[in-house]
């Protein structure tokens, strides 16, 4: 019987309402009065030498304000990067400055060189042509390999190359990996690109400053997943704003998948221009704008080999990796492609040898961070499709060879860092055939054939390592933040409560889902608890949401301090009824003294804390609130298996995807509808990436895919419905909900099922030449390669 | 300026407007009908979609001037008389229908007009419909069955 | 969008008029030309919007059995108005952007624009249609002259759009992936005195005739017809989402479709 309240109930969403009605509060919803426009001008080209930039005439223009460029940013810090990679030979890698408006060379397509302030934004962006600017156009860097030679032009003119860092993970390991592949039975290759993608919330960006003269406060309304990192970074490496006088405000924010993690020009642009003009300054990200600010996702050149002995047991990896950096280090770009990345190429196998190299490359492109998976997607792609490959040359079923070098036993430590806690891999894989129904496939396949088209079948497994992270661990990993989380509860006298929690809900729900945690734990009514999130003013330092984190690290923390909060309520009742507090029992909602039936309700005990007339001053304060962190002592670790049916019509080379299953385990489950939602939404974005998706620079430096038109989204009719299954639940053992996370599985797992289905439906019709085809599987690929 | 005059859910306004005034602008801006959400600057992601003269209209894609004397309906418009959520919206919170809600108000004026226009589609039609509406977070499946769900249709899906 | 003047006439003399302005520009249903000016690539002095004259809406079944639609119908008037006499046309309406788009987006803003993707000039040029204007008539092979080019000039409305309705007809679109526009749209159309083909989104010329698959389907129409015919690469749009010769290729796959779909 599913749960109707509580931890496991799927509760309708609390925060519905507002947006169902037009009542939802986003960043670009918010008008301070006397508010300013700015309008960015940004540079058209790729790489050059910015020699002047000419703002008399602009400033001259109605309603401007003022016109700043980057000799009013010479005295501020640059945005910082978040992450310090130590390369293989023990160097720390390359770290460029970032400047909030570009000084002396602009980088690529979208670098700002000016802003305009205005009374309209109308009369910014009209004034934003006047200004004159000459650029010197320079050679721009865009193939990473090309980038490496020593005569490539130099993004970073004081840096010595255009290599950010050349990582070997685990560097001791690499004679004995190429010693076991010098011994293989069979060795697979594997050369794809893990193509760019651009994020896309459907929320562009937004930054409203505002500036309190009386006070000395500043003030950022912003797009953001996570303020207090905002905050910290703008307040203390940008603007130098003690973040005592800074507040950060994240609103309804209207989707991330990473992007909105970055602390960006715009926002320290706002704060630092409403303080100097006085008046709160507002910028409204344009869509085609955003496709050349947004930090980019992916973008990794890969060459992967797997070693196997005669049966089909994985005996080694060895990977190479090209992973772009984009013009400038967004603030957590470095760690994507190497802990993110190297740490998941185990998968869900015991291979005991494990060589990743990867080397970051600054191109003039925008720069590249976290997206929807960070680093994992990659790993997770290329290692399910050299399996796929492998199995095939070796005329193993795939089903088979993923089975015969599972993990089976926990806790498990892979050659690659990471100890998984708990999992149960056959499960998941059983589960998927089942619902996949993959024994009927091949009367489904006759039944296309039968209509001319062709048909495949792919699957794959994936495993994750969410809720980051233990902070010592990340801390050695050169992290340059803490990656716990925070949460405050706050009881009110009438028996209410306030939880006032660091992470940030921008679709998740945590509005509902983390009240269902507090109310159960208590025994309330779930509209007893108020979810309090993305205002540094009024909730404690968190470090946000991202990495399928909020509820392993974000819940647990809400956990422990409803922990105290009721270990506090415990004495407050053994004090009303006269009884030790180790004899008190809470269930729904009720104190009850055991062995006796002596009782006092929640809201008699909240109110004592608040009126604490008769009440154990001696022993305990009044008041009833807690705050918490918690730290992670391990990540989680969710992993599954999905499976895709594609149908290929032979003439365009048009895939339709037909069905999409997957099986995964998340351990415990809060919410089920919630959860099924975040795979949903995982899985249409894997799928656009398999499908559709794809950032093409052409020679120049333009990004061609920089709009709706070209740049292809999924849409309703891309996808269709998915059967979705989390019933194989092996608890985190760690974490006091014995929660994994679910906010990224679908986007990890499900692009090599694509190309895996495709794949297959190819060879069965025949082009046993086709092993592999680059994302996205366009008509136009499809086609192309079935011309040979 | 040039003085513009339209319904907007049910109430008479006026406005003054530029000719390049959009409708959407008129609408969050002049009206502070913030619901109505603009997600991009190519007319194709469809959160801006309201009804002009109840028809299904992207309002980043018409001028205000165009709207003069037309009876426009926005997102703050659809709730019953009473306040309370109608069958679409309901069925879109039952259903799950929005994670982020920013491509939600346009979801729910395209699955309004396409109910008003046929009212039981099929699977493939609501999926059709939704061609001009993009949402980044729900990968459209409880869209879709939240609008099966809102014409009154059988919405059981396999393994849920 | 730059500033301009705005007009909303309610008569053709009104918007003729209106047009002999200076830097005047016509506005069908927006579609195209709003986003355009959005991005600032174009700078009107003045807009003349079309939709407020009721003389241009609607379709109507002239005496020779044509089917007359006035400029500014909107493709899902004609969807649901042309459906009975002219159900190609209809559907090719029908499935033009989306529910939204086709709610305000017009036949003459369409065809005046010529999008080399665009899906009306198809249906215009194989049907050898005629193109309206305040003045004059103009036939469809005389109207398109290359991407956004056609035979309208300064100043010059499109009225009306005037299509022999064929024995049989049937348009196919395979569309690109983002814009959903016609990477490759074909019309294909039967008439007593032979099959006129129209391809779209596929040269760099704009909408075009292939001839020789005319030719073909005029002596047999089947699709196997033109299984020994193809079409030259040359002068194909080459972009990210299609080489030359996967365009090439699509037009030819497409023109089967359409036969086949005419039946």
Redesign the interface.
Known sequence: MPKDHGIGASS??R????????????T??INLHGQAYAWFVRSPVAHGRLNKVETEAAAGMPGVLRVFTGADFEGVGGLPCGWQVTDRFGEVMQEPGHPVLAQGKVRHVGDPIAVVVAETE?QAR?AA?AVVFDIEELEPVLDMKAALESAAPKVHDDLESNLCYDWGFVEENREAVNAAFDKAAHVTTLELVNQRLVP?????RVAVGDYNTGTDDSTLYTTSQNPHVIRLLMGAFVLGIPEHKLRVVAP????G?GSKIFHYAEEAFCTFAAKQLRRPVKWTC???ESFITDAHGRDHVTKIELALDAEGHFQAIRTETYANMGAYLSTFAPSVPTWLHGTLMAGNYTTPLIYVNVKAVFTNTVPVDAYRGAGRPEATFQLERVIDKAAREMGIDPVEIRRKNFVTEFPYATPVAVEYDTGDYHATLDKLLE?ADVAGFEARLAESKARGKLRGLGLNCYIEACGIAPSHLVGQLGARAGLYESATVRVNATGGLVVMTGSHS????HETTFAQVVADMIGLDENMVEIVHGDTANTPMGMGTYGSRSLAVGGSAMVRATEKIIAKAKKIAAHLMEASPEDIELKDGAFTVAGTDKSVAWGDVTLAAYVPHNYPLEEIEPGLEETAFYDPNNFTFPAGAYACEVELDP??G?VTILSF?AADDFGNIVNP??V??QV??????GIGQAL?E?A?YDEYGQL??G???????????D?P?????HSCQTPCTHNPLGVKGCGEA?AIGSPPAVVNAVVDALQRAGHSDITHIDMPL???RV??AMQG | MAKVSMSVNGKPVTGEVEGRTLLVQFLREGLGLTGTHVGCDTSQCGACVVHVDGRAVKACAIFAAEAEGAEVTTIEGMADADGSLSTIQQAFQDHHGLQCGFCTPGMVMSAAALLAENPKPSEAEVRDYLEGNLCRCTGYHNIVKAIMAASGQDVAIAAE | MYAFEFDRPATLDEAIALMSEEEAQALGGGQTLIPTLKQRLAAPARLVSLTAIPELAGVCVADDGALCVGATTTHAAIAQEAAAHYPALAALAGNIGDPAVRNRGTIGGSVANNDPSACYPAAVLASGATIKTANREIAADDFFEGMFATALEEGEIVTEIRFPVPEKAAYMKFEQPASRFALVGVFVAKFAGGVRVAVTGASEEGVFRWTEAEEALSANFSPDAISGLSLAADNMIGDLHGTPEYRAHLAKVMTGRAVAAAG
Not at chain 1, 252 to 255: F, I, L, S, Y
Not at chain 1, 721 to 725: E, H, I, K, P, R
Request: glycine letters at 14%; charged letters at 25%.
């Open positions: 309708k969403r925060e519905d309402v507002r947006f169902l009605t037009g009542r939802g509060r986003y670009d919803d109308a009209d042509e896309n919330a459907m929320e562009p309804d924010v209207g989707g998948f344009q869509r085609s619902i921008h679709g998740q729900g003439d365009t048009k299953a509808m919630v099924d939602g949903h939404g995982g899985l249409a974005q559709l794809g093409t061609l895919s709009s709706y038109m070209d740049y292809a989204m999924p849409r309703a009719d996808v419905f998915y059967t979705v299954d679908g366009t008509p136009s086609w192309a």
